[in-house]
């Protein structure tokens, strides 16, 4: 039987071949295999090739209506960042969700720079950490462009300002705020926050950066002053307190003074006045402005881009 399906199936074929006709089989293409990397460091070459500057990252699309949905038009205005003065606080509570925080910008009234925070959360010690970035923005886009498309990850960025960062500590919370610029675009007043993820704030520590000498200042002889007044005048110990210094801003008469409110907490957490103080950033000097509540004149430099709709 075997023979005889032989015999036939050549006697089809010699017949195709006679009158012109051929077979071809198909055969399934040879899949492609790139080629792995082999070592750690090919991995390290080959990563570097591409710089994180020449890396293009994709800017924001709003979505489009089409027949199904409609979405309205995305509309954006900017507005005075330090209004009403030493009032703006940051909202970070999506951090136990994402791990990370990244709060609005403020940037400079020529909006060529931008100062904002980045806030780290630690599940395993329910700690919360901050870095304070000051970057130039794209001039070359439009100005709300520059913050809408602003990429963090663009490049390898180095904070200007750390917090917590380098404390592993149960409990522990490092905020760091930006308070405002000042109206020339050459400094920046931050206000640290050190207290308990349960417990609260316990202590608030003022810097000013230096946009032009790119360095950050520690306002640590404010808090001396203040400590040494309350115990000269007052018979004070205000280290046995708990205690505050809230920062209103720059001075609108003298950019180069910052002026700042100090409390002291009582047991019910209510803030007792202690005074309103000037720090002079040049000079070093510090004077006791009024030891009653008194209205200040304070500068509005810092603007920030808000989603109108």
Request: charged share 25%.
């Amino acid at each position: 039987m075997l023979k005889k399906y032989l015999i036939l199936l050549f006697i089809i074929c010699f017949s195709a071949s006679c009158f012109g006709f051929s077979f071809k089989i198909k055969r399934k293409p040879k899949p492609v295999v790139q080629k792995m990397v082999e070592t750690k460091q090919d991995w390290e070459k080959e990563a570097q090739n591409v710089n994180l500057e020449q890396r293009k990252l994709n800017d924001f699309q709003p979505p489009k209506s089409d027949k199904k949905h409609y979405y309205p038009e995305i509309k954006y205005v900017f507005e005075r960042y330090n209004y009403p003065a030493g009032s703006r606080e940051v909202n970070i509570d999506d951090i136990k969700k994402n791990l990370v925080s990244y709060p609005f910008m403020a940037v400079d009234l020529n909006i060529h720079y931008g100062a904002y925070s980045r806030f780290y959360y630690n599940p395993e010690n329910n700690q919360i950490s901050s870095e304070i970035f000051v970057e130039k923005l794209d001039t070359l886009r439009t100005k709300q462009d520059r913050i809408i498309n602003y990429h963090h990850e663009q490049k390898k960025r180095t904070p200007v300002l750390s917090s917590g960062t380098n404390v592993t500590y149960k409990n522990l919370y490092n905020g760091l705020t930006v308070v405002d610029w000042d109206k020339s675009s050459n400094k920046v007043l931050i206000k640290e926050k050190i207290g308990s993820t349960l417990g609260g704030i316990y202590q608030t520590n003022l810097y000013v950066y230096f946009l032009d000498k790119n360095k950050t200042v520690k306002l640590s002889r404010l808090h001396d002053a203040i400590h040494d007044y309350l115990l000269d005048y007052q018979d004070l110990q205000i280290s046995n307190y708990r205690y505050d210094i809230k920062p209103l801003g720059f001075s609108a008469e003298d950019e180069n003074k910052v002026i700042a409110l100090a409390f002291v907490l009582d047991n019910k957490n209510n803030k007792i006045f202690l005074g309103a103080w000037q720090y002079n950033c040049l000079s070093g000097e510090i004077r006791l402005l009024s030891d009653v509540k008194s209205q200040y004149n304070i500068a509005s430099s810092a603007l920030f881009l808000r989603r109108a709709i």
